[in-house]
């Protein structure tokens, strides 16, 4: 037989607009947000369960977030 592992879902945020290849690994979020200046950048946000919900955002390439 094949084992499969299905991934982690990735949060709600407007955060999915302008970043791609969003994973999440153990407590973070990870994934490449457009900056300004339209360049990609790889960012992470750590202890993403503790964010509100829907309130990741892409903050010029960096993800935040309102924490609980």
Do not use: E, W
């Amino acid at each position: 037989g094949v084992l499969t592992c299905d991934p982690q879902p990735v949060p709600a945020g407007s955060y999915q607009q302008t970043c791609v290849d969003s994973r999440v690994d153990g407590r973070n979020l990870r994934a490449n947000c457009r900056k300004m200046d339209g360049t990609m950048q790889r960012t992470r946000l750590n202890n993403f369960a503790q964010c509100q919900a829907n309130t990741i955002d892409n903050l010029d390439g960096n993800l935040a977030c309102d924490r609980q």
